[in-house]
């Protein structure tokens, strides 16, 4: 595996799993793939903590290539040949998208 970069969205708690919610997306050889994540801890825990967790368990479910619960995409920010706009417009979208399915 060779992750270059990480984006954790929005972390929530749900009090009804009692488990901390993300979606974690790792970047690995010109492709973003996007894995919704649920930790179950107390609300007590600490954020960094929290954090740390949750790329932990994304990168061991990319590790083994687990592709039941992800989304793969190209890494936009590879085409270096699009103008800076679509990039922009691109990822807006993905990230809307990718927030309304957690």
Same mark, same amino acid.
Not at 2 to 13: A, E, V
């Given at each position: 595996?060779? =992750?270059?970069?990480? $984006? &954790?969205?929005? !972390?929530?708690?749900?009090? #009804? ?7 974690? =997306? ?10 919704? !994540?649920?930790? $179950?801890?107390? &609300? ?7 954090? &740390?967790?949750?790329?932990?368990? #994304?990168?061991?479910? +990319? ?7 992800? #989304?793969?995409?190209?890494?936009? +920010? ?5 103008? @800076? !706009?679509? +990039? ?11 927030? $309304? @399915?957690?």
């Amino acid at each position: 595996m060779t =992750t270059t970069k990480t $984006r &954790i969205s929005t !972390i929530r708690y749900n009090p #009804a799993e009692r488990a901390f919610e993300a979606c974690v =997306t790792l970047f690995d050889r010109g492709e973003a793939f996007t894995y919704p !994540i649920s930790l $179950r801890a107390p &609300i007590t825990m600490d954020y960094a903590d929290v954090s &740390i967790a949750v790329v932990d368990m #994304a990168q061991r479910r +990319h590790t083994r290539q687990d592709s039941t619960m992800r #989304a793969r995409r190209p890494d936009m +920010h590879s085409f270096d040949s699009l103008p @800076a !706009i679509v +990039h922009q417009a691109t990822n807006a979208l993905w990230d809307r998208l990718l927030r $309304r @399915a957690a």
